[in-house]
């Protein structure tokens, strides 16, 4: 039997200063809502996480450095992630920048550190100090995004890009096309290795 590609319904909206894409099977009375959940989604993490608005939650946070802030279960979240992230790169990726300064300190300086009481949901950001997240967020986004239409709503199959983020489910049987997602060579921006994705 040959593979079968079926139709998905395509949504392309902006937001956290991306073009973002989806390619959703879902029914044609499904569509508008999906639609506009994604973008709700999408625009309500901008609010909370972009350095450019300045009511954003993480402003705010980023203004009160050295106060106690309570802070969103949304903001705890990728907190929480910005930490581990800090771990597993052996403190290459650094969320915590003194003020003015353009990037993070060498790995031979002093590590900065937030307080957080996951109890009161509440940080502390050292004085003089501000969080700059380099994009977390918004793979973030997309990955919470993706759990909830295949957990929640019970998408079977579909696919997020947002940038260089990209995720995509439902395509593991073998009387489907897999997904073949290109990526660019950064060397070389005429020339993609492609990669056959089914899951």
């Not at 705890?76 to 003015?100: I, S």
Request: proline fraction near 5%; hydrophobic fraction near 40%; charged fraction near 25%.
């Amino acid at each position: 039997m040959e593979p079968i590609t079926e139709s998905f319904h395509p949504f392309r909206l902006q937001a956290m200063q991306t073009d973002i894409e989806l390619l959703l099977r879902c029914e044609d009375k499904d569509a508008y809502f999906i639609e506009q959940m994604a973008i709700d989604w999408f625009h309500s993490v901008e609010k909370r996480f972009s350095l450019r608005l300045a009511d954003s939650e993480i402003n705010l946070l980023n203004t009160l450095a050295g106060e106690t802030c309570m802070v969103s279960t949304i903001m705890l979240e990728v907190l929480f992630l910005a930490e581990t992230y800090q771990k597993v790169t052996d403190r290459n990726y650094k969320p915590l920048l003194q003020n003015g300064a353009v990037r993070a300190p060498s790995n031979s300086h002093p590590l900065l550190t937030w307080k957080v009481d996951p109890l009161m949901k509440s940080i502390q950001l050292p004085d003089h100090t501000r969080i700059d997240l380099h994009g977390i967020e918004k793979s973030w986004s997309v990955n919470r995004l993706a759990d909830y239409m295949q957990n929640t709503i019970e998408l079977k199959q579909g696919l997020i890009v947002a940038g260089g983020d990209i995720t995509v489910w439902g395509r593991a049987s073998k009387q489907l096309d897999p997904w073949v997602i290109g990526l660019q060579n950064p060397w070389n921006i005429d020339h993609y290795h492609f990669q056959d994705k089914v899951s």
